[in-house]
């Protein structure tokens, strides 16, 4: 017996005709259809019986699709759908959980000075790994310094004195618009310290090609979640404390951000006095770094202990009553920051349960 694309019983000249198509559209077949298995019998028990079969294996599918979120006319007649679930199945910045959950209700690892990298010949660095590898190694919260190194408007990422090491900004910014092209469910934020104006930095991001990704957010409204923005395909956030609103996805980070001092000579030093932005903005940067007068690497190890990070995280949730989103250190492959990241965004999940 040979098969067709549909799968149909043949039948005398006097039988009822129903064509089963697939996924069960039925209708009544062609007049002349030669093919071996054009149509299903109802009045024959092997009719009766094969019928029987397909609505039982249409019933489970139907079942399974409606479990797995596919509505029936996708499954059919393909996708009708425009905007991406909301919960990708890969998770977003690693977890499925936080795709639920808004911008300003997770926390993030975050570099100080991230530019700043041992590894790309700067002296005196903040970092050990570059950029790239931060991302890689599942930093999500980058703070760069921009300056200029001549007499020309081109924007390099340097900490004060460019001679100890420096970068241009629109070649590091090609790296994270790679990551995101690479990597579609995180969400990244740059906070700029910028000494540089608004409309240089501007070109730099567009001669990048990272302008596809950035999203714009107005002050006072509502954080989208995670998975939001994913399926937006914004996944870049970009502060500034200079020049925010020049356009709109460079935003001013004291009108929807606070931290903490960032000067801490030892880790006795650190406090939570809200230093710039003020109490009831939406998002926080935890300032967790020790410049002695130099950044180290051997203190960097111990400020970045679970014990000392964490207690220093939640002190600052107490008395900002607000989540600790920013968690920004020095050497972050040094001690337990990813951890104490996991752990923030883990008991945030538990609070959030009635």
Known sequence: MTFCP????????????????????????????????????????????????????????????ACAGVGPRSLFWGSTQVRAAATPANGCNGSVNLCRRRYDQVAYAT???????????????????SIARQLADGVRGLMLDTHYDGSDHTVWLCHKLCWLGSERLDKEL?????????????????????????????????????????????????????????????????????GGG?????????????????????????????????????????????????????VAAMVNRGRELMQHARRCEREWNHVVNFVTVDHYDEGDLFDVVARLNADQAVAAVP
């Open 6 to 65: 549909f799968h149909q019983i043949r039948a005398n000249d006097l039988s009822i005709h129903v064509h089963v198509g697939y996924f069960g559209r039925f209708r009544h077949p062609l007049p002349g259809s030669t093919c071996p298995m054009t149509s299903l019998l109802l009045v024959t028990p092997l009719g009766r019986l094969t019928l029987a079969v397909h609505g039982l294996l249409l019933f489970l599918l139907l079942v399974a699709t």
């Open 111 to 129: 570099t100080h000075n991230a530019m700043s990298s041992a590894d790309d010949g700067w002296w005196l660095a903040n970092q050990r790994r």
């Open 174 to 242: 090609t790296v994270i618009a790679r990551f995101l092209d690479e990597h579609p469910h995180e969400v990244i934020t740059l906070i700029f310290e910028s000494k540089v104006s608004a409309a240089d930095t501007g070109k730099a991001f567009a001669d990048s090609g990272v302008l596809r990704h950035v999203y714009e957010h107005p002050v006072g409204q509502p954080w989208p979640t995670l998975g939001e923005m994913v399926a937006a395909g914004q996944r870049l956030v970009v502060f500034t404390d200079h």
């Open 246 to 298: 020049t356009f709109p996805w460079y935003m001013a980070q004291w009108q929807h951000c606070l931290e903490n001092p960032w000067a801490a000579w030892t880790e006795r030093s650190f406090d939570c006095s809200v230093n710039r932005g003020k109490v009831g903005n939406a998002l926080s940067v935890l300032n967790h770094f020790v410049s002695d007068p130099l950044p180290d690497r051997r």
